[in-house]
């Protein structure tokens, strides 16, 4: 089934009388998951209230180009940023035309031209409107552009005639719209993430940790959440910037992190440990700066918890996915944490070949389960990313 899950939707009506299927649509594109904001012309209006709209929505309507309470009173770039999607329904034959033209000279033609997302438009207009060959010539101009149109379709119209111009329905113009985004890999599951290094105190401004950028999690992070999964990244110290639709919680040790992920478990379908987290931490904390001493000192030091093991103990243990950064024996390492801490798959990369591993770019991972394994060459690690989500959205189908 298609799907809208992390995905914003700008649906945009113009005046025709097909406006009042937009409720339905609007609908629609909640139930495959969609954020939904809606941008009326006022010829729309005329037709279906924004109130309604705001209703099934749940956000404000947008209606004119000059609002003062928008952000800075640049609201139409706001809703520009935002969109995933810009998806007119219905667009009438005047609105083909400003399109075509490049007219801004209301909201939902200024937001056209600002947009960076995709256009998709559902044309909806008298036949003889929609055969009449400046009507046409504008069509072929926004195809060629990249401009994606659902229907119309033909039949009964409201003002009596037969043929084309009834816009698409409001499930087949959904429908359409979550096809544009490909994946539905993990579309509606709920996937935890951890990334980056912990850090263990020893003092106000010391503490132990290790070379984790967070690249590779973050990378997973923004992978699951383009599959259509309800993503939380529990992240260790890194400045990285969080990933489009992916929820953030910003951890220091590894019992925070331990922590963050027990209180989010019992919700969650699909657990990817790929934080680097300190086995150890200091048996004390000083409360002060430790002043520097003799030639030598010593350091007692705990065993820090497990916290992929932990999750893959727990009562209902979601599907769950280990990292293992290792320096030799790679594949021997892998599979007996693989059996000993009893998950369902293991990621596997040498972190001692130049050029790959902490801090780099690039990858090179085996992918190892009870009844297999897969070598993923060296690539960025956001194309090893997708490469590993589509095997765990592979395994768990099997599973399920």
């Not at 706001?78 to 083909?96: H, S, Y």
């Not at 009449?132 to 994606?148: F, K, P, S």
């Not at 350091?299 to 979601?318: F, G, M, Q």
Request: glycine letters at 8%; a negative charge; charged letters at 20%.
């Amino acid at each position: 089934m298609a799907h809208l899950f992390n995905r914003n939707i700008l649906l945009g009506i113009s005046g025709g009388i097909a406006a009042y299927k937009s409720a339905e649509l609007v609908r629609q594109l909640k139930t495959l998951g969609a954020q939904v904001r809606v941008v009326m012309t006022r010829g729309a209006q005329e037709f279906i209230t924004p109130l309604t709209l705001q209703a099934l929505s749940g956000n404000p309507v947008h209606c004119e180009l000059l609002d003062a309470e928008a952000e800075l009173g640049m609201g139409h770039i706001e809703l520009a940023r935002w969109a995933d999607l810009l998806l007119i329904a219905p667009a009438t034959a005047d609105l083909l035309s400003r399109l075509a033209t490049g007219r801004a000279d209301d909201l939902l033609s200024t937001v056209a031209l600002a947009t960076p997302a995709p256009l998709m438009l559902a044309p909806a207009m008298n036949q003889q409107m929609w055969r009449d060959q400046a009507t046409q010539d504008n069509v072929r101009l926004l195809e060629e552009r990249g401009i994606t149109l659902v229907g119309p379709a033909a039949g009964e119209q409201a003002c009596g005639d037969v043929g084309p111009g009834r816009m698409a329905e409001p499930p087949l113009i959904a429908e359409r719209a979550a096809a544009l985004f490909g994946s539905n890999l993990l579309g509606g599951k709920r996937v935890i993430i951890t990334a980056g290094p912990t850090r263990e105190a020893l003092d106000p401004v010391r503490y132990l940790s290790n070379h984790s950028s967070g690249k590779m999690g973050f990378a997973l992070a923004r992978a699951a959440a383009e599959a259509g999964a309800l993503t939380s990244l529990i992240a260790g110290p890194v400045s990285l910037e969080t990933p489009p639709h992916v929820t953030r919680v910003n951890v220091e040790s590894a019992r925070d992190m331990l922590a963050a992920c027990q209180e989010r478990v019992a919700e969650c379908d699909i657990f990817i440990a790929c934080a680097a987290v300190a086995d150890y931490r200091p048996a004390n904390i000083a409360e002060q700066k430790i002043k520097k001493g003799g030639e030598q000192a010593q350091l007692e030091l705990l065993r820090n918890p497990d916290i992929v093991a932990t999750i893959a103990a727990s009562e209902v243990p979601p599907f769950t996915v280990g990292f293992a950064a290792e320096t030799q024996d790679l594949l021997a390492y892998a599979r007996d944490k693989l059996q000993r801490k009893k998950l369902d798959m293991i990621v596997a990369n040498d972190v001692s070949t130049k050029g790959l591993g902490f801090g780099s770019d690039d990858n090179e991972v085996t992918v190892v389960w009870d009844s297999g394994q897969q070598v993923l060459p060296r690539a960025t690690k956001l194309a090893l990313a997708q490469q590993i989500i589509k095997l765990i959205a592979s395994r768990v189908s099997e599973s399920s």
